[in-house]
């Protein structure tokens, strides 16, 4: 079944940057929509952004705009998010999958933004 790996969170000042990284396997990565969802303490599972398959077609939730930026390799089968100018309300674990929905998704990567 589909095998996601992520890593790359940490805990960070406000201000600071961060890559994720999300390792992909066991489907057709290089033809698949991809996603990062992230779901801060006691909350629901929100979108974050999401990368086209092929022409490389981004987008991202407005509170991210301008902040983030969602990449891939298809030759690597590796997804990324770079995360700048970060705030304390990005708090959340992050992950990566290739739902639309985020049904399906490893076992994230923990982002804190604390002073």
């Known amino acids: 079944q589909v095998q996601l790996v992520e890593s790359g969170g940490g805990m960070v000042q406000p201000g600071g940057s961060l890559r994720l990284s999300c390792a992909a396997s066991?489907?057709?990565?290089?033809?698949?929509?991809m996603y990062w969802f992230r779901q801060a303490p006691g909350k629901g599972l929100e979108w974050v952004s999401s990368i086209a398959p092929a022409d490389g077609r981004t987008f991202y939730v407005d509170s991210v705009k301008g902040r983030f930026t969602i990449s891939r390799d298809n030759a690597k089968n590796m997804l990324y998010l770079q995360l700048n100018s970060l705030k304390p309300e990005d708090t959340g674990l992050y992950y990566c999958?290739?739902?639309?929905?985020?049904?399906?998704r490893g076992q994230g990567t923990q982002v804190t933004v604390s002073s």
């Open positions: 999958t290739p739902d639309a929905k985020g049904a399906t």
């Open positions: 066991r489907f057709t990565f290089d033809i698949s929509w």
